[in-house]
């Protein structure tokens, strides 16, 4: 079956230290990919997204992720996080035909301490 | 702004006493999806729409239902909530070919 697996639970990190979440997904097929960030009492809104091409995306906010497909990772960077960056960070995956669903991780919940 | 909305935001229902929550669309998105997301876990898929086509997965209870009467507008039954059942409830679009899900701002269920 697929699963998506984020082994980061709870992060906590200074202002300006740097970000990176893990995200490991097993399906052998083609997939897409996605992360989705939810702030404190507020909506799952799309950080970034991989459908093809380069695997280096950039997103918004200043994340950007890497699509390694040797490894079946989708790693989350942050070069410098803010304060505002805290909230729960939520990896997703698709196939690319059929179904039109998506199997999220765990979530990896960020502290940011100002 | 095309977005996805849910009504309410909160919802308190007494065990057993059957409640609908809502979700509307402005972005024509044939696909439509509910999850039940509980306090630190990852949003799980309780059924979608495909257009009309109703899609149940396979582990969501039977007290779960859901409507579509047209593109814009989905609900979630839930007959006889129980105890369990309290959890925030997301709702979700995509435009088929496109993959990319939105969301709505969730309605919190308290059950009590």
């Known amino acids: 079956a697929q699963s998506v697996s984020q082994h980061n639970h709870h992060v906590i990190l200074s202002e300006a230290a740097s970000l990176e979440l893990g995200c490991n997904y097993s399906?052998?097929?083609?997939?897409?990919l996605f992360w989705y960030v939810q702030y404190p009492g507020q909506h799952l809104q799309l950080l970034l997204k991989?459908?093809?091409?380069?695997?280096l995306v950039k997103g918004i906010k200043g994340f950007e992720a890497e699509f390694i497909k040797s490894k079946f990772s989708f790693n989350l960077r942050k070069p410098s996080v803010q304060w505002s960056d805290t909230a729960e960070y939520f990896c997703?995956?698709?196939?690319?035909?059929?179904?039109?669903?998506?199997?999220f991780g765990t979530g990896t919940r960020l502290k940011v301490l100002a | 702004d095309a977005m996805v909305i849910q009504n309410p935001r909160y919802q308190v229902t007494q065990f057993g006493k059957p409640v609908t929550l809502s979700c509307s669309q402005t972005?024509?998105?044939?696909?439509m999806y509910w999850y039940q997301q509980k306090s630190s876990q990852a949003p799980k898929l309780l059924f979608h729409?495909?257009?009309?086509?109703?899609?149940n997965e396979a582990d969501t209870p039977d007290n779960f239902q859901s409507r579509r009467p047209n593109t814009s507008f989905c609900f979630l039954d839930i007959r006889s909530p129980g105890l369990g059942d309290a959890a925030m409830y997301l709702c979700?679009?995509?435009?088929?070919?496109?993959?990319?899900?939105?969301f709505g701002p969730g309605t919190r269920l308290t059950v009590l």
């Open positions: 979700a679009t995509s435009d088929r070919g496109r993959f990319t899900q939105y």
């Open positions: 399906y052998g097929g083609t997939v897409n």
């Open positions: 991989y459908f093809s091409g380069d695997p």
């Open positions: 997703a995956v698709s196939t690319t035909s059929g179904t039109y669903k998506y199997i």
């Open positions: 972005l024509n998105h044939n696909v």
């Open positions: 729409y495909y257009d009309k086509d109703f899609n």
